[in-house]
């Protein structure tokens, strides 16, 4: 049981997806530091499950089973003041609303966040295994993972599952001794280092207000706002996302939510009125 005191989840296991998956199963058992390998996790029982969803699909016997049709909208961007993150909240599955209310901001540490973009249950269950092993790191070797390697950590697992029918597009975020940083990991373990990203099918909506509205040199409420104004509009023009804006500020001393959920549609007519309009043209 020591294990569960020094991962600080004595009274949530779960947050390690213990509650859905058996350790023995998963060959990731809480005793197991290491980086998993790709035979750690069982796969489907068949050569290529990427292909065989793909098949599957073109012979049309389960069209609701194969609809991976997935939208989100996720952004983070560094500037002056450290690094802002916002996301959307729906999850979707094809032309079906699953659910309002996801969380797509995983809280690695007190100083590193991820974003999920893609399949919900890929993204969050090796996120948060991505904390286990930076928090291992920690306890090993008595200092905070640095940004980098975190992200290569996550880029590396990816990389073991290339091919296999993984869905993620995620943004690794924080703050270490070097600064803020900000990098864009993807199912295919490709890493990337940048000022500004945003993944999901929402992007292109949100990069449109981004790259008009981006400076450096902005404060911090300048970068909220951008932050939410531009997720509002992915979520006015992408179906796909949705829910409620959540924004996350990262700075010297971590993380901080600045908000917590504001209803995309509340915003629309915010937004409406500022320009002397109702919201309903």
């Known amino acids: 049981m020591w294990i569960f005191d ?17 350790e023995h199963d998963l ?21 290529n499950p990427r ?15 194969m609809d991976f049709k997935k939208g989100t909208t996720t952004l983070g961007f560094v ?8 996301v959307d909240s729906r999850a979707s ?19 590193l966040l991820g974003t999920m973009a893609g399949g919900a249950a890929d993204c969050s269950f090796w996120e948060r295994h ?11 070797d008595k200092e905070k993972i640095s940004v980098a390697a975190a992200s290569k ?27 803020p940083s900000l990098y864009m990991v993807d199912d295919a373990g490709d890493r990337h280092k940048g000022n500004v990203f945003s993944v999901g099918s929402g992007s292109t909506f949100a990069y449109g207000v981004l790259d008009t509205g981006y400076r450096h040199d902005m404060s ?14 992915a979520t006015h023009r992408d179906g796909a996302s949705g829910g409620v804006v959540r924004v996350y500020h990262i700075h010297k001393d971590g993380w901080t939510k600045v908000i917590a959920g504001e209803d995309v549609s509340k915003l629309h007519y915010m937004y409406a009125e500022q320009k002397g309009c109702k919201g309903t043209e």
């Open 79 to 86: 500037f002056q003041g450290g690094i802002i993150i916002a």
């Open 27 to 47: 060959g990731l058992g809480y005793d197991d530091f290491a980086t998993c390998e790709p035979e750690a996790f069982k796969m489907a029982p068949v050569d």
């Open 6 to 22: 020094v991962l600080s989840c004595e009274q949530d296991p779960s947050s390690f997806g213990k509650s859905r998956f058996h």
């Open 153 to 179: 950590l996550l880029a590396n697992i990816f990389w073991q599952y290339k091919g296999q029918g993984l869905s993620c597009g995620t943004m690794v975020a924080g703050w270490d001794n070097k600064g």
């Open 51 to 65: 292909q065989f969803c793909i098949d599957m699909k073109k012979t049309d016997q389960c069209p609701g089973l």
């Open 130 to 140: 991505l904390a286990r092993l930076c928090r291992m790191h920690e306890l090993r």
């Open 220 to 233: 911090i409420d300048e970068a909220v706002e951008l932050g939410r104004r531009s997720i509002y509009h």
């Open 93 to 111: 599955m094809g032309s079906y609303i699953g659910s309002q209310t996801v969380k797509k901001v995983i809280e690695i540490n007190d100083r």
